[in-house]
């Protein structure tokens, strides 16, 4: 599935496979490892707007440790300004990511959370 997904370019506000931003990826992936549909937004570029939509999402969810599915919601001080999901790849779990300049990517949980002030996985 990952593979699938690494091929796919970064697009500001993108919500298909022929380009995707970090909710875009988030919500296609996790949709297609547990069937749940989570709010579209209309392209939430905007940080502030992020934020403000972020306590939507998790209203369905609960928090909990990394785990597979799970979605992992990244903070700069008060500011919500990226998400990734949660996958489980050659026997580790990674999150699997998209951002403008590496485009998607799998990164390690912890260097994950070392690039922001506070990572809350929810599921």
Sequence with gaps: MIERYQAVPYVSGGRTMCGLDCWG????????????LLPEFGGVVDRRRMTKLAP?????????????G?????????????????????????????????????????RFESRFVRVEFYD
């Design 25 to 36: 990826l988030t919500r296609l992936v996790r949709e297609e490892m547990t069937g749940q």
């Design 70 to 110: 799970a979605i992992a919601f990244a903070y700069r001080g008060r500011l919500c300004i990226h998400v990734g999901i949660i996958v489980k790849a050659d026997g580790r779990l990674w999150v699997l990511e998209t951002d403008e300049k590496t485009g998607v990517t799998i990164s390690s949980i912890r």
């Design 56 to 68: 939507d999402v998790k209203d369905g969810l609960s928090p909990s440790e990394p785990k597979d």
